[in-house]
């Protein structure tokens, strides 16, 4: 089974600092990472992945995002931080990529992004 | 990316009945999929709908409660039967793209009273 733990229920950051995201994964086969983000009254939108390759992945809206195999861990980061980014926050595993079964995604419990000025 | 588009974006409905939410998207798809996200919780995979077969449930999830139709590559429904308080949610559809990169509608608010 396949589990996401976002150990955060909020993160507050001041504009113009350093934020972190923190999410943890467990899989049994090689992990695919997603990151989400859901404004008030909004849909789930992307941001970004990691499939293979480079462990620093980059998103939209200036997010980036590191993936550490051994820690099992993939954390959202932004250098600097924006009232606007003031959101919900979710980090989603699945197994495998594409198409079929392997495309089903566990989320973890999401993350409050607070920016304040 | 993807255009999905859902209806109705939210309704109020009284215990006992059901409602049929619509998915489509703007071009072809293989699956989709129906996710409930709970008040203040996470989202929750409920059915893979598959065109031309049975949709998949998940643990927990039964056809009888979620009938899913997915009549062609760019629509499929998903029913909430014979609803009850605790089926309140926002119910979204999805699809996955190329890339492994899965988009989302913007959901349907229901609430049961």
């Known amino acids: 089974a396949q589990s996401v733990a976002q150990p955060e229920d909020q993160v507050n950051v001041a504009e113009g600092n350093p934020l972190t995201v923190k999410c943890t994964y467990s899989?049994?086969?090689?992990?695919?990472l997603f990151w989400y983000v859901q404004y008030p009254n909004r849909g789930l939108q992307f941001l970004l992945k990691?499939?293979?390759?480079?462990?620093l992945v980059k998103g939209s809206y200036g997010f980036e995002a590191e993936f550490n195999k051994s820690q099992t861990s993939f954390h959202l980061k932004k250098p600097s931080a924006l009232v606007s980014d003031s959101a919900l926050y979710f980090c989603?595993?699945?197994?495998?990529?594409?198409?079929?079964?392997?495309?089903?995604?566990?989320f973890g419990t999401g993350t409050r992004l607070q920016v304040t000025l | 990316s993807a255009v999905i588009s859902q209806k109705p974006s939210r309704d109020i409905c009284q215990r006992g009945t059901s409602l049929t939410i619509q998915c489509q998207v703007d071009?072809?798809?293989?699956?989709m999929f129906w996710y409930r996200q709970q008040p203040g919780q996470s989202l929750t995979l409920i059915a893979t709908?598959?065109?031309?077969?049975?949709?998949?449930?998940e643990s927990g999830f039964v056809i009888d409660k979620f009938p899913i139709s997915r009549p062609n590559l760019t629509f499929s429904t998903l029913t909430v039967s014979n609803m009850s308080p605790e089926d309140s949610s926002i119910y979204l559809c999805?699809?996955?793209?190329?890339?492994?990169?899965?988009?989302f509608g913007p959901g349907t608010r229901l609430t049961v009273t």
């Open positions: 999805s699809v996955v793209r190329r890339n492994y990169e899965q988009y």
């Open positions: 899989v049994s086969g090689n992990p695919y």
């Open positions: 990691y499939i293979t390759g480079d462990n």
């Open positions: 989603a595993v699945s197994t495998t990529g594409g198409t079929g079964t392997a495309s089903k995604l566990t």
């Open positions: 071009s072809q798809v293989t699956m």
């Open positions: 709908a598959n065109q031309g077969s049975e949709a998949t449930y």
